[in-house]
């Protein structure tokens, strides 16, 4: 203990003149509730005059100032006290504070502590969330990108797909066209070897027919073929003749001259007045005739003059 | 049956498979002469043409044989112009040719005439003819359009514009009153003109080439003369009045000279004139007769009759300006008589009168083939003469103990066509060359 207040003298000393103060604080608090005594405190340092006896005012004036320094001095004491009192309880009002500061503080800080792990445990909470938002965002950024990529991809797929089917579709639609087309052809095709066949098949049916009409034509030429009295018998001539589906010639044309003008002109005579020709009424025999070649030679057979 | 078969022979025969386009044999035919339509020409009003025009036109072309012409009841219309014709009423007619034509009086005794023919199957005009005339030529106009006619359908060059000479004796039986006439006339016997009257024969007319003078022989002074005598004038003159026969005139192709037979000498031979000089060249020298003697158209021979071989037959002689005649050369042998040759225009044929069977007719020598071809089916005919286009022969024939004269065409094989019966007998014809417009 003595080492302590040794080392610790001040400590020591301002612990008395605290507990000084405080005892004398407590008896002051007490006389002053009786009849004002000035009392002097061991341990005050009190500057005192000696009076000058001389002058009573002097003195009287010497005790007035003692007693007006008296009481300064206690007014000064009290205030010293009031200030100690003051400050006491400023100290123990700091200290109080200081405690309820600490224990503010330490509450603070346990909350702070607490706050902080709160805070951390809810940023680590947050961050928990966040991360798991991040994660589900970014796994949502991922799968709307992946989404996307696989609807682009999809999309793409389906306008390649799309394209491809129109491609196909063109495709299989230009081969069907080609195809009818083709199909059409072959129709027409067969159709046109079928009209030829069954003309052939009709044309050789019909040969009869056109030989008929060819000598009817002849005949019908022949009998009206008159010849100048004066050509000479060896003379030939051939003509282009065009006619109506009717048999009315329309036009007679000199293609090999015999030679002899009237002879020509005997020819040109003779179609002219068998007019109408005999001449199948069937259109399509009648095509055959439709332009012919005449072929005039007034040579008799041998023997018939 | 047959018919069937026929035409199915006929179908094989006439049906030429090597072309495409059909080719139509035809065969045969039938040669005639072209039926042709000479309608009336019109004339003014009620007015009455002074010359039938139509009428010469259908006798010209039907007596040269090639034409038959429609008979005025098968004309189904009469128009006068070509843009007035109804054709699908003329086809239903036998003609192929159809002329229309029409005559306007354009002054005193002016006419102009108009014609057109028509191909009445092809509907084309062949042609159309324009003239104005005096009224003394509307015949010779007819003749114009016949030669054109003729010209467009037969090719050849018409005959028709051109005179016949010829001798006729009247009142043959009478001798009293015998007179004989040397006449020229349109070659259709019409629009006769009297050349020479006499009591004495007249015979062999003969045309200068020119056809604007005749030789002849006349009796008249009671022997046998050759006489030229211009045809405008009458002027006429004495060119052989030898001793004995002057016979059978024929100028020469230059018109120079006259060939003829003389009996001056005592025998007929052949002798040539050349007119200007009067220098006579005897041709001949036999003891035959030589007579009727013809020109080649090149002038350069003549062929005459003789009976040097017993027989009249015809001999060629090769004859030049100046210097000697050749060697007669027998040219017919074909019959025991063929006399009176004429050469043919372009000289390949002869006309002769050739005895068959005692039957004298006109008959053509091909010179080259000295083939002989008789063209009548007459008793007696005589003196025939070409025409200038070689086409037709005129000649007298006998018709009833008369006379007449007949036309026959060269080619062909129909019968003669008979021309104007003439009062009297006819004979000698002989034919002009063509005239000059």
Known sequence: ?305 | MFQQIFLLILAFLFIMPSTYALEIEIKGGYQSATPIAIVPFSWGEGQQSPVDIAKIIRADLSRSGLFSPLKLNELPERPAYGDSIDFARWKSTAAEQLGVGAIKPVGKNKYEVTFQLLDIFSGQKVFSYRNTVDGKNLRRIAHQISDNIYEKLVQERGAFDTLIAYVVVNNNRDQKNRTYILAIADSDGFAEKVILKSKKPIMSPAWSPNGKRLAYVSFEKNRSVIYIQELKTGKRQVIAKFKGINSGPRWSPDGKRIAMTLSKDGNSEIYIMHLASGVLQRITNHYGIDTEAAWAPNGQSLVFTSDRGGKPQIYQVAVNKSGRAGHPKRITHEGNYNSRASFSPDGKELILVHRNNGNYRVAKLDMNSRQLKVLTRSKLDESPSFAPNGKLVLYATELHGRGILEAVIVDGSHSPQRLRVLSGDVREPAWSPYRSQ
Request: aromatic fraction near 4%; charge should be positive.
């Open chain 1, 1 to 305: 203990m003595l080492d302590w207040i040794k080392s610790n003298g001040r400590g020591f000393s301002i612990a008395v003149a605290l507990h000084v103060v405080f005892i004398g604080a407590l008896l002051f608090n007490w006389e002053w509730d009786k009849p004002k005594r000035i009392v002097l405190e061991q341990g005050d340092v009190i500057q005192v005059n000696s009076i000058d006896a001389n002058s009573y005012d002097a003195e009287i004036k010497k005790i007035a100032e003692k007693k007006r320094s008296d009481e300064r001095l206690k007014q000064q004491r009290k205030q010293q006290q009031v200030k100690k009192k003051q400050q006491e309880k400023k100290r123990k009002a700091a200290a109080k504070k200081k405690k309820q500061e600490a224990a503010r503080l330490k509450k603070e800080k346990l909350k702070q502590q607490q706050l902080k792990k709160k805070a951390l445990k809810e940023k680590q909470l947050k961050d928990d969330a966040e991360k798991k938002e991040a994660l589900a965002k970014k796994q949502a950024v991922e799968k709307a990108k992946k989404e996307a990529l696989a609807k682009k991809a999809a999309d793409a797929k389906k306008t390649a797909e799309a394209k491809k089917k129109a491609e196909q579709d063109k495709k299989r639609q230009e081969a069907k066209r080609k195809q009818q087309v083709e199909a059409e052809k072959k129709r027409q095709a067969e159709i046109k070897r079928q009209q030829k066949r069954d003309r052939e098949e009709w044309l050789r049916k019909s040969k009869g027919i056109v030989n008929k009409y060819a000598a009817l034509i002849s005949r019908k030429i022949e009998q009206n073929w008159r010849q100048p009295l004066d050509v000479a018998s060896d003379l030939s001539c051939r003509v282009n003749i065009k006619l109506q589906p009717t048999g009315k010639v329309i036009s007679v044309r000199v293609l090999e001259s015999s030679g002899s003008l009237s002879f020509d002109r005997s020819v040109e005579t003779a179609v002219r007045k068998a007019s109408p020709l005999p001449v199948p009424e069937d259109r399509e025999l009648f095509e055959q005739f439709r332009d012919l070649t005449l072929f005039f030679s007034p040579e008799q057979e041998p023997g018939k003059n």
